[in-house]
T-cell receptor
């Protein structure tokens, strides 16, 4: 049981390049999320997907697109990377524990845009 | 306005002592949930404890307890008998109930974190 798996763990891009962060969960969860973490800012929600085939914007969606390919996979795409997108990105999925909606996170993907 | 405020950027505690990490929140919802996550230096986010807004008793999970004061809108994390392995960043988070596409989604809002250092 791998939980939430993100790839790649590290990536360096040049301004204007594109890339896709991959996320997969094997826990049969419906809801999945992409967050970014910046120093002193905590985690901020980029996009989320309540279920397969649906996606919605979070707090900081500009510059990103997402695809919920199937129930397992939720990818985050940067079409034209900017230095402001240098961050650590976390994918998460949601489960119910004792009546609580709990997020379980992947290990994170550290992205540097030069 | 920030929904979650953690006023302590850093805290220090001696091993085996108890420590309280502060968290206040802002919501007009009646139904909401409060969470604490731990992020060690390795980077992963680890769920610690949850408190629902309608729960009358404070949540406890082993050495972790959540001091929930609803009227003051505070949800402080108490770690008893600190261990060296407790050194990490701790995040408070809140879920507001929100109906999206016919289902409650439960988006999480995070505070900026408190860096806890446990010394021998």
């Amino acid at each position: 049981n791998a939980g939430v798996t993100q790839t790649p763990k590290f990536q360096v891009l040049k301004t204007g390049q594109s890339m896709t962060l991959q996320c997969a969960q094997d826990m049969n969860h419906n809801s999945m999320y992409w967050y970014r973490q910046d120093p002193g800012m905590g985690l901020r929600l980029i996009y989320y997907s309540a279920s397969e085939g649906t996606t919605d914007k979070g707090e900081v969606p500009n510059g990103y697109n997402v695809s919920r390919l199937n129930k397992r996979e939720f990818s985050l795409r940067l079409e034209s990377a900017a230095p402001s997108q240098t961050s650590v990105y976390f994918c998460a999925s949601r489960f119910i524990r004792a009546g609580a909606n709990v997020l379980t996170f992947g290990a994170g993907s550290r992205l540097t845009v030069l | 306005a920030q929904k979650i405020t953690q006023t302590q950027p850093g805290m220090f505690v001696q091993e085996k002592e108890a420590v309280t990490l502060d968290c206040t929140y802002d919501t007009s919802d009646q139904s909401y949930g409060l969470f604490w996550y731990k992020q060690p230096s390795s980077g992963e986010m680890i769920f610690l404890i949850y408190q629902g807004s309608y729960d009358e008793q404070n949540a406890t999970e082993g050495r972790y307890s959540l001091n929930f004061q609803k009227a003051r809108k505070s949800a402080n994390l108490v770690i008893s008998a600190s261990q060296l392995g407790d050194s990490a960043m701790y995040f408070c988070a809140m879920r507001e109930a929100r109906i999206d596409r016919g289902s409650t989604l439960g988006r999480l809002y995070f505070g900026r974190g408190t860096q806890l250092t446990v010394w021998p």
